[in-house]
Structure formats: C-alpha cells, structure tokens
C-alpha cells in the first residue's frame, strides 16, 4: 500500500500542477474546489475504478460523476493524466473551439460520464445509473462527487431519499467537506452541518475522513463495496485551495484564475513531477 500511496501522491501533484497552469491559461475556472477534490478523484481513477481509455464505452465500467460540475479543471486533469486526451490539450480550457469547456460535456469529452454544471443535478443522474445498473443485473459501481455547498439544493436530498429507497449499495457519494462556497463560508450562506446526520436520517451508510488522505480514502471505498442494501456516502474534510498557501481556506479563490506570477509561485509551492 505504501508504494500505491507515493504513486498517488505523484499523481496528485502533477494533477495539481495541471489545474493552476490551464486556469492560469485560460484566465478563468475554480482553482479553490478543483485543488480540493485532487485527492478523492485520483484515488478513483488511478487506484478503484474499472474505466480506461480501452473500456470507455464498455457498459460494464464503472462511472464517475462530477456533481460539483464547476471543479471540471480537476476532473480533465485527471482524465488527461490517464490518458484520455494529450496534457497539452488541458491549455484550451474554456477558449473557443475546445472541448473543455469550463463544466464536463459527455459529448465532446473522452472519459466524461455525465455533462454536469447545475448543482444538484448530477447526483440525480448518478442515482439514475446505479438503477439502471440493479434493473440490468450490472456489477459495475457510480460514485458521485458533490460539494458542500451543492447540499443546499433540494434535488440533492430527493436524489439521496431515491438512492436509500432503491436500496443502491452500488452508489458511493462524496462530499467534498472544506466548508467554504463562492460567498463565503458554508455555514453562514446555508449551513448544511451535520451532514453525516443527514444523510444517515436518509437510510444511508455515512464514513468520515480526511480527503486529502489516499489510505483513508481507499478504506473507505472498501467498506463502502462492502455495505448491502443501502448507498455510502464518504464524507471529506478537505481544504479549499489545498496544496498553495495563499489559495488555502480562501473563499475569494472559488472562481478566480492567478496572475502569471502567482502561477509560478503555486507550481513553485507543489513542486514534484511524475
């Protein structure tokens, strides 16, 4: 597990790098929960998840969502760092004539489950493929990433009500739990705490941990596949901004791209290459 771990970490740096270099490019995108969420998305693609660049159309794979549609910088870095497009192609990020556009298009982008930008929304679409999956007698598994702010949309819980009545032990949700949203501060915008309280008042399974944390991350995902007759929610204590000191717990970096000289100083900062 040890050698998986530093593996990961690699990943998650060069992940990193990637997401402030194309922002910076773009002059626009959500550096803050994209550099939140490196550790949960990477953990899936590179360490549990049946997906490849091969397997991408198999109706067998697993799925992934991205709920919180705006951190879609995090996601293509990831895609990209598994082979799923050149990393040069990151640089297009939301200019004209790219397929990355600044939330994930299931059309245009290899490896994209499900087009997301609407909060709230994609939970409902990965509930709608765990369904699916039980109806057809599939093995495959949906995770979905949601962000704590996303939870003050009412579709959220009618999607989380579904998934515990459908009995879905083959949907896992995360929360990307950093406490901060473009206005400032979870719990003073729409306060959503205690969250493991909800979702378990729901009928789910609720595991804590920290999200930036691969072992925990990965033990987590297993007692997830482990639990029947009820979906898991993995509930991430994370940090807004995490891995560049002047990002970190900074609500006003959700949706602003650095200078060219803050680039240097982030990419400086995270250091590492593959």
Known sequence: ?????????????????????????????????????????????????????????????????????????????????????????????????????????????????????????????????????KLDKKEYRVYSLLGDGELAEGQVWEATMSAAHYKLDNLTAFVDHNGLQIDGAVSEVMGSDPVDAKFAAFGWNTISVDGHDFASIKNAIEEAKKTKGKPTVIICETIKGKGVSFMENEASWHGTAPSKEQCRMALEEIGGTL
């Open 1 to 133: 597990m040890e050698k998986t771990v530093e593996r990961l970490k690699a990943i998650a740096r060069q992940v990193r790098k990637n997401i402030i270099t194309m922002i910076t490019e773009s002059r626009s995108g959500h550096p803050g929960g994209s550099l939140s969420c490196v550790e949960i998305i990477t953990a899936l693609y590179f360490n549990e998840m049946n997906v490849s660049v091969q397997n991408k159309n198999d109706p067998d794979r697993d799925r992934f969502v991205l709920s919180k549609g705006h951190a879609a910088p995090a996601l293509y870095s990831v895609l990209a760092e598994k082979g799923f497009f050149d990393r040069d192609e990151l640089m297009g990020l939301r200019k004209l004539g790219s397929r990355l556009q600044g939330h994930p298009n299931m059309n245009t982008i290899p490896g994209v489950d499900m087009s997301t930008g609407s909060l709230g929304q994609g939970i409902s679409a990965a509930v709608g493929m765990a369904l699916a999956g």
